[in-house]
């Protein structure tokens, strides 16, 4: 496997572009907009995504669908809201082993990730790549481990392409566990930035980050995933990473919101995507249809879309009654 497509200009995008040349790969980078492949191109850098770290030579950089085409492996790494009209144009290409690297969940159709590609490539066992993997980390090659999971084992064939000496993969089966991990910690992000924009401390980010992996674990078990998943990277791992770093787009969203901004006002001023944002619609949706108990989720949900007041929901989930500890 040497001829690599990644399909998304993010930093999560260009970070796999940047890791997967840095083996000697054939590695080709597709953006969505025109004008901004070449300005990549020309700066050798994507100073809206990943600003400061330099694009490779040998990463090629391209807007035309037909330059995707004839990978041996091709990682869709887009934001989970447009995921679905990208992968249309890629419907019928030899993309050879896919691989998502979306975090998310799709508003309406509620469907995952790995969901929505196999609407688009029937044919193919989709795998699915998570964990806590910040993307400037990886693109600087600090130490990260991820986790990379399918149903039939495909993963195990794909791991050698991306396994370096800073970068670790382990392999898993568990795709929906993955997945629900990888895309529900976004929300918990952002109610532990919340909790940073309000001025709490540490025993409230300790308690989200607890209860907040104990919703997850309800979620996906009812789904039908395994609870050892979420004790893992795409689970615990990833939770942490999102919830603690200052670099995790969620929790500066939800920081924002704690200091009294409003979303639609925040999403105004950046160009980068707030996945927890969507995903916590879609997540509130899965708690009812599943009948799952998710209050931290529900009122992320309703400061986001009912515009709550974040105050009033810390009151509301402080003086619930009262429960035994139980972890799922």
Known sequence: MKKISVIGDGGWGTALAILLNSKGLDVTLWSAFPEYAQEMRSKKENVKFLKGIALPDGVKITCDTEDVSGADVTFFAVPSEHLRKVAEKFRG??????????????????????????????????????????????????????????????????????????????????????????????VIAIAAGISDGMGFGTNTKAGLLTRGLAEITRLGVKMGARSETFRGLSGLGDLATTCLSRQSRNRWFGEEIGRGRKADDIKKTTEMAIEGEKTSLSVFQLSEKYSVDMPISEKVYEIIYKKADPAMAVKELMTRGAKREDYC
């Open 93 to 186: 290409r030899k993309l050879g082993a896919i691989v998502s690297a979306t975090k998310g969940i799709e508003n309406g159709s509620l469907k995952r990730a790995s969901e929505v590609l196999l609407e688009y490539f029937p044919k193919e066992e989709i795998s699915v790549l998570s964990g806590p993997s910040i993307s400037g980390e990886v693109a600087k090659g600090m130490p990260t481990a991820v986790v990379l999971a399918s149903s039939g084992g495909k993963c195990e064939d794909i791991r050698p392409v991306l396994m370096t000496e800073t970068f670790r993969v382990y392999t898993s089966q568990d795709v929906l566990g993955v997945e629900i991990g990888g895309s529900v910690k976004n």
